[in-house]
């Protein structure tokens, strides 16, 4: 099946249809213009045109939003749900999944949503106007977070990264390019569509663009990321396209990088207490493993279990890997469901477990998903390639084994009980954790918060200052 | 050219089909005038010898076997399901390697092989060269191993008499068909050999040259000179993909350093600081001794064509006789080389660029010569499957088909020769469009191509991957 996305440049759709990308192996084909021929309308030009943006009060930018989330209906919305059907076929979710995905989009935007979103992230008042602060040397500042020119390179695993982008970039007052994914072309299209049907000529419609090119186009990028067309280039995930935007990374271009991590879990001694907790636990963490078919970097692979590692230590690990296999299967299929297809490459490591390893245990390998219990205190080799339902658990004494198991590539790590968290988070911030959450809720992001050890959205905004210092008060020169 | 089998001692189908390591023997004329029925009944009586007699004897058989539901095989499309994927070659623990384990990594082994290695004490060995090296003193098991480029080494188990089919496999490799110019070559086991790549270590290459020196060359160590004279060390590869790995694991998986390795370190610095010299020696040596002789030259592509360029800088040119045979197996595998390398090959040679080779470090006797109409046909010992790539169906072995190769070489005897690659290629098994050349039987045509990662695995056992790895080993090691 064959789809079209339109280039979408500030409001501009341009419907041509010069180039195709995908289609092979069975993958979805789709036809776009050639962003080459449209090089020279895609930086923002002249940069001082964000000011249009500037002007519109915090408040307005809340209606417009609102608004645009009210008609992000999955219902009504033709472009949506050509994105659901594109993004079904793509994702490797199921459609179950999508739809839900889908269907709640709109609700990011909603006024409350975005008003903590930008408060908590930034600061209203450092968004709308000049903040004043009186400093000891006599000087008085002023300080306004305001908006940039950017690329945000999307990830495509899921359509919250598009839809967060949009929000993003109106409360930052911001001119963004989106460089879309393959794995979803369409999602950041449909809600620019949205935008140009609701209101043509509203700045925020007028600064987002919209653009497919395939990652490391040099006579792209080449063109784009220079200091004099963008400030940053806004990065989420893949550590191909990472590695890659990383050459064009120079004075007067700033890199906000959402790398890709990966996540995992630790459960203590208190929850094989008996049975029935063991199975309140189990439920519990089967959400962190099998939401949204563990595709997310929040997602838990790898489970630390406290269970112990003598003959009845694992004896417990075993039966708690059964309870959670369960569990991961009973959750409903608007969460989860069997993955369309375990990834080749898992399926025959999982085989190779199967028929060759005195060292682990596996519940299930088929389209359903697995767990894998090791039946000593290593983590499978291939725990970064785990997904699609399939987690590793790895019995342990000593709280020492998984906090150090923990690095830099570690995003989130859900903890129970949260006593526990409490104890060991701060080792764990040590090593290298960037998020931690209570055991079951590692992929209810606080999206308020603050993201994978760093705080993107205040780094999406040029932050300045307005020193003024009366002569009076403030000595010219000091005095040695 | 219809070619009608007549052998001047047939052998009967009936016997190959029971001893079917046999098959090596022919000649490249009766190794492709099988008619597709006798092929048939032959690859199918051999296929069942060999299930019946190592299902039993080696243990990943038997449970492989199991976890797909064979029983017994019953046509040559049963045996698709007993391909073994490039995992179950490195599914023992990373863990018994750093920790140098390697009576546990023993007992892994000895679920691929028939031969009984119950009786070998590795306690001793703190190296992976050292378990080879016992391995080889001790037993008739004549281990290859993989460059590792992901991180992992494979461990396929060849054994002493796979060293004749492979010396056999390398005599036959340069032999044509019928009435082409080269049916009745000569100066194999006569001539000498110029090899580019290490002359020891248990990677392909080395334990090629090792059986051809034995089986062909009568021992004599002087009619083989190759570019570097040492050992490419399974440690130092080993060493090269764990630094991957551990990065990924955190402070636990931080690389625990053998002592004894650690002692190897001058050794290896050593080696390396030498290798300008080696490599200048050669050149010496082909530019005296062999300057204007007819030789066999032997090598896969990358390392033939770095080594032409380094000759070329010396002013090294049209080395060898015209009419000196060359065993180039194909492809860039990864690396990207310059457009024109065939003719600086043939500058720095004086060797007309061959037709390459095709074949799999893991099949015993695998590697085929393009024919001359620029087809790798099938040797008549491996029974070739193409499988879907998503689904892991077996497509008909009828007609045309593209998908992942596979194959189960029925002259391995020790162990499993069933394998599934990572190789995208299009088999043409159709009776009606007989390849021109005159070859009877499958052929592959058209390019063949990696799948990547993630759609079905990509450490392909190659040799071209390991000079970059070991490079960041030795950087590594002589930085702690």
């Given at each position: 099946m064959s789809y079209h996305i339109p280039l979408i440049i500030r409001g501009r759709v341009i419907e041509d249809r010069d180039l195709e990308f995908g289609g092979r192996r069975g993958g979805v084909a789709f036809t776009t213009a050639d962003v080459r021929k449209h090089l020279a309308g895609?930086?923002?030009?002249?940069?001082?045109?964000l000011a249009e943006l500037h002007s519109i009060p915090f408040e307005q930018i809340l209606d417009y939003l609102d608004d645009l989330g009210r008609r992000l209906d999955l219902d009504n919305n033709r472009y949506l749900q050509e994105a659901f059907e594109l993004s079904s076929q793509t994702s490797g979710l199921s459609r179950e999944v999508m739809r839900h995905f889908y269907s709640t989009?709109?609700?990011?935007?909603?006024r409350e949503a975005v008003r903590e979103h930008a408060e908590n992230t930034i600061g209203v008042r450092y968004l709308d106007g000049w903040v004043e602060r009186r400093m000891a040397s006599g000087c008085v500042a002023h300080i306004r977070a305001f908006g940039v020119r950017a690329v945000h390179v999307l990830a495509g695993n899921v359509p919250v990264p598009s839809a967060m982008g949009v929000i993003r970039n109106a409360i930052t007052r911001s001119d963004a390019i989106f460089k879309t994914?393959?794995?979803?072309?369409i999602t950041a299209a449909a809600i620019a569509r949205t935008m140009i049907d609701m209101a043509p000529d509203h700045p925020i419609t007028r600064h987002l663009s919209v653009a497919y090119w395939k990652g490391g186009d040099a006579e792209v990028e080449q063109a784009l990321y220079r200091p004099d067309h963008i400030d940053k280039i806004v990065a989420w995930g893949g550590s191909a396209s990472m590695t890659h935007i990383?050459?064009?990374?120079?004075?007067?271009i700033d890199l906000v990088a959402m790398d890709p991590k990966l996540s995992s879990s630790i459960i203590g001694r208190?929850?094989?207490?008996?049975e029935a907790t063991m199975k309140a636990v189990a439920a519990r963490l089967a959400i962190d493993v099998?939401?949204?078919?563990?595709?997310?970097?929040?997602?838990?692979?790898v489970v630390y279990v406290q269970?112990?590692?003598?003959s009845e230590g694992i004896a417990r690990a075993n039966r708690f890997g059964r309870l959670l296999f369960d569990a991961v299967l009973a959750l409903p299929p608007h969460a989860s469901g069997p993955?369309?297809?375990?990834s080749p490459q898992l399926a025959e490591e999982l085989q190779s477990l199967r028929v060759m390893s005195e060292d682990h245990k596996v519940f299930g390998g088929g389209r359903e998903g697995a767990i894998i219990v090791s039946q000593n205190e290593e983590p499978v080799?291939?725990?970064?390639?785990?997904?699609?339902?399939v987690a590793n658990l790895v019995p342990f004494s000593d709280m020492q084994t998984p906090i150090r198991s923990v690095?830099?590539?570690?995003?989130t790590i859900g903890v129970y009980p949260d006593a526990l968290k409490e104890q060991i988070r701060d080792q764990l911030v040590f090593n290298g954790a960037q998020r931690l959450t209570s055991?079951?809720?590692?992929?209810?992001?606080?999206?308020a918060g603050p993201h994978d050890g760093i705080e993107p959205v205040r780094r999406m905004c040029k932050w300045i200052i307005d020193e003024s210092n009366d002569p009076a008060r403030v000595p010219l020169l000091s005095v040695a | 050219m219809q070619t009608v089998?007549?052998?001047?001692?047939p052998e009967p189908a009936a016997a190959l089909s029971r001893?079917?390591?046999?098959?090596?023997?022919?000649s490249t004329t009766e190794k492709f005038s099988f008619s597709p029925a006798d092929l048939h009944d032959l690859q199918l009586g051999a296929l069942k010898m060999r299930f019946e007699t190592l299902a039993d004897e080696v243990p990943v058989l038997g449970r492989f076997a199991q976890d797909q539901g064979?029983?017994?095989?019953?046509?040559?499309?049963?045996?698709?399901?007993?391909?073994?994927?490039?995992t179950i070659y490195k599914s023992y623990p990373l863990a018994a390697v750093e920790n140098g384990d390697f009576d546990r990594m023993t007992r892994w082994l000895a679920t691929l092989t028939?031969?009984?290695?119950?009786?070998?004490?590795?306690?001793?060995?703190?190296s992976i060269d050292d378990w080879i090296d016992l391995l080889d003193d001790r037993t008739s098991l004549r281990l290859r191993h993989s460059?590792?480029?992901?991180g992992k080494l494979s461990f396929i188990p060849g054994s002493v008499r796979e060293t004749h089919t492979a010396a056999m496999g390398f005599k036959r490799f340069f032999q044509g068909f019928g009435?082409?110019?080269?049916?009745?070559?000569?100066?194999?086991?006569e001539l000498p050999i110029i090899g580019f790549g290490?002359?020891?270590?248990?990677?392909a290459f080395a334990r090629m040259l090792d059986s051809v020196q034995h089986?062909?060359?009568?021992?004599?160590?002087?009619m083989i000179v190759t570019t570097h004279p040492g050992r490419l060390s399974a440690d130092m590869l080993s060493l090269g993909g764990r630094l991957q790995s551990a990065e990924a694991r955190g402070e636990l998986g931080k690389l625990k350093l053998s002592p004894e390795l650690l002692a190897r370190r001058e050794e290896f610095m050593k080696e390396r600081a030498e290798q300008p010299a080696q490599l200048q020696e050669f050149f010496r040596l082909i530019a005296t001794r062999f300057k204007g002789r007819r030789v066999i030259l032997n090598g896969v592509v990358p390392p033939v064509v770095d080594t032409a360029i380094a000759a070329a800088a010396q002013?090294?040119?049209?080395?060898?006789?015209?009419d000196s045979l060359m065993f180039l197996a194909g492809g860039a595998k990864g690396r990207k080389l310059p457009e024109d390398y065939p003719a600086i090959v043939e500058r720095f040679t004086g060797v007309r660029y061959p037709r390459t080779g095709f074949g799999m470090s893991e099949a015993a006797s695998g590697i085929t010569r393009m024919c001359p109409a620029g087809r790798y046909h099938i040797l008549p010992n491996i029974i070739p499957y193409v499988i879907h790539?998503?689904?892991?169906a077996v497509l008909p072995r009828t007609g045309v088909q593209t998908g992942r190769f596979g194959f189960i070489?029925?002259?391995?005897?020790?162990?499993?020769?069933g394998f599934l690659s990572g190789d995208e290629i299009t088999l043409n098994q159709s009776e009606s469009s007989a390849?021109?050349?005159?070859?009877?039987g499958a052929f592959i045509e058209g390019e063949i191509r990696r799948y990547s990662e993630t759609e079905g695995g990509d450490d392909?056992?190659?040799?071209?991957?390991?000079p970059a790895v070991h490079d960041n080993a030795l950087q590594f090691l002589s930085s702690v």
């Open positions: 895609l930086p923002l030009s002249p940069p001082s045109r989009i709109g609700s990011l935007y909603r994914p393959s794995n979803d072309p990383t050459k064009y990374i120079q004075p007067g208190d929850a094989f207490a008996d099998g939401y949204l078919n563990q595709q997310a970097c929040a997602s838990a692979r269970t112990g590692t003598d993955a369309s297809r375990l080799d291939f725990a970064a390639s785990l997904t699609d339902r690095n830099s590539y570690t995003q055991l079951g809720y590692m992929l209810k992001a606080a999206m | 089998r007549n052998l001047a001692d001893h079917p390591e046999r098959l090596v023997d022919l064979l029983k017994e095989i019953r046509s040559l499309e049963d045996g698709a399901l007993l391909l073994l994927p490039h028939a031969i009984d290695v119950s009786g070998v004490d590795a306690s001793a060995c703190v460059s590792g480029t992901t009435d082409e110019p080269d049916a009745s070559v000569t100066g194999v086991g290490h002359r020891r270590g248990a990677m089986h062909l060359y009568r021992d004599d160590r002087s002013g090294l040119r049209n080395v060898f006789a015209t790539p998503q689904s892991g070489d029925i002259a391995a005897e020790l162990r499993w020769g390849c021109t050349c005159g070859r009877l392909k056992i190659t040799c071209a991957g390991a």
